[in-house]
Every structure is written in C-alpha cells, then in structure tokens.
C-alpha cells in the first residue's frame, strides 16, 4: 500500500520560512523512478500546482513560487519543499503526490499523501 506522509507545516509569520517533507513507502518500483511533486489548496479554491522533481533531478515550478526549493533524497524516500519569504497568500494545505513521469497536471498523480497545513500569518 503506498503512503506519502506529509510534515514540516505549520504556523509562521510573513517573511519566515518552513520546509515540508514528504516520506514515501510502498510504492512499487523504486522512489527514484518516480516524479515526486508539491500542490497546495487555499481555501475555496482548487488544488493547484507547486513544484515537480523528476527522477532526473529535473525541477518545474508555479510562476508564484520563486521562493520554494524542491529537492529529493532518494536514500531516504523523501521529497522535501523549502518555503522561503513566505507571504499570508501562501497559507494553504500542501499536498506530497507521486507519479510514474514528471506533470504539472494533478490528474496525472496517482498517489497523494493527506497533506499538511501552512499559515503565514501577516
């Protein structure tokens, strides 16, 4: 059974920074081979794309998010998403999901972790 387990959220003023991991098990080829990605949903509105780091390394991100960093250890199974100058628009849950290639496109993910929550407090 795969598990994506979010943690790193939490409350922070405007400016502060977090970082968000994601831990992965059961997926059924290696963490490696998949596209690991970030999304994130404000409250009534969609959940709409963060970040993506496929198994190349390669990265894309949101226009928004200039001030993020993905990043992968793939010894560890984990993805991580570093938060820097955060803003109170940036409050959101933020989703971990996995995919077999690298998307912008939630659809494209199979497999979602729970979330975890992030407020920026102005």
């Known amino acids: 059974q795969v598990q994506l387990v979010e943690s790193g959220g939490g409350l922070v003023q405007a400016g502060g920074s977090l970082r968000l991991s994601c831990t992965a098990s059961?997926?059924?080829?290696?963490?490696?081979?998949?596209?690991m990605g970030w999304f994130r949903q404000a409250p009534g509105k969609e959940r709409e794309f963060v970040a993506v780091?496929?198994?190349?390394?390669?990265t894309l991100y949101a226009d928004s998010v200039g001030r993020f960093t993905i990043s992968r250890d793939n010894a560890k199974y984990t993805v991580y998403l570093q938060l820097n100058a955060l803003e109170p628009e940036d409050t959101a849950v933020y989703y971990c999901?996995?995919?077999?290639?690298?998307?912008?496109?939630?659809?494209?993910?199979?497999?979602w972790g729970q979330g975890t929550q992030v407020t920026v407090s102005s």
């Open positions: 999901a996995a995919a077999p290639s690298t998307s912008m496109t939630k659809d494209h993910f199979p497999y």
């Open positions: 780091i496929d198994r190349a390394y390669s």
């Open positions: 059961g997926l059924t080829n290696s963490f490696s081979n998949y596209a």
